[in-house]
């Protein structure tokens, strides 16, 4: 950003040109728009997520980051929508000029009372090419929305909640910015963009075993959460595109995270059984 300010500023110390300038480096958020955030569609094992400019596709109206996973910054990709029209002209020598460069991301980030925590350029780049008739151009493109600055300070002064299974909110504001190929500097409207930040709410707890528990002489059978051993083998479930963000993953999935391990604890013994004292039967 300090540098498109700066070919501004120097531009402008240039009388002749001055005018010129001026309006290639104003705001245009009606060019340039941010139309929401994709959703992440989980894949199968060794799969890349794939993120397409249709605007029909599943969108997040909000976000989920579980810092369980030792994650705290958030990825989002966003859908970019063009609105220029297309100048060129097959009877005249004339290029296109309509097409946007994407630069970077400004991004503010804040608790849910509105107290900034961070403020930064998250840079990125992408093409969103010009509408075609009444009809938009498209492109998704990533930027970086949730600074590890501001997550770690969230989680910090929340900790008590987070810690007794609650989420607290972040708020990130995001303006995408760019060229043209014709040299114009645009701006695309603040996008709010909220999430719910978590400690282990991203970890799916599906399988299940029968396990006989009995506790001062009383047994039972209960269903509890089996991690080690699920039923369906854990290579055919799918992943997220961002552990820890977003989607679920199953327990069995990733175990080399303590909270993943949650279900069982001294060697494989359900927690019902050890929290009342009994035993296995």
């Known amino acids: 950003m ?6 501004c500023l120097a531009g402008l110390s240039l009388i002749s040109g001055g005018i010129a300038l001026m309006s290639a480096c104003a705001h245009n958020d009606s060019s340039l ?48 929508g063009n609105q220029m029209v297309a100048q060129a002209n097959a009877q005249q020598l004339q290029t296109e000029t309509s097409t946007i460069d994407i630069q970077g991301a400004i991004v503010r980030d804040t608790d849910a009372a509105g107290t900034q925590l961070d403020s930064f350029t998250s840079l990125t780049s ?5 509408s075609s008739g009444t009809v938009a151009g498209y492109a998704s493109i990533s930027a970086t929305i949730a600074s590890q600055k501001a997550v770690s300070s969230l989680v910090s002064s929340k900790a008590s909640e987070l810690a007794g299974g609650g989420t607290t909110q972040l708020v990130t504001y995001v303006k995408f910015y760019g060229y043209t190929l014709g040299g114009t500097y645009v701006e695309s409207n603040d996008f709010e963009y909220p999430i719910d930040v978590c400690q282990g709410c ?14 001062n002489g009383a047994c039972v059978t209960p269903k509890t959460p089996n991690c080690l051993s699920p039923t369906s083998s854990s290579g055919s479930l799918p992943v997220p ?8 993953i199953d327990c069995s999935q ?17 927690l019902l059984c050890e929290a009342d004292g009994g035993t296995n039967g």
Not at 41 to 69: E, H, K, M, W
């Open 241 to 248: 595109c961002i552990v820890g963000q977003d989607t679920a």
């Open 202 to 215: 991203l970890i799916g707890f599906s399988g299940s075993e029968t396990t006989e528990c009995c506790v």
């Open 2 to 7: 300090k540098r498109v300010l700066g070919h």
């Open 254 to 270: 990733c175990q080399e995270i303590a909270a993943c391990r949650g279900a069982y604890s001294a060697g494989g013994i359900p």
């Open 33 to 80: 728009f941010v139309q929401n955030v994709l959703y992440p569609t989980p894949v199968s094992i060794g799969q890349s997520c794939v993120y397409t400019a249709d605007p029909n596709q599943t969108f997040l109206p909000r976000g989920t980051l579980d810092v369980d996973f030792g994650r705290f910054q958030y990825d989002a990709f966003f859908l970019l």
């Open 126 to 130: 992408g093409t969103v090419y010009p």
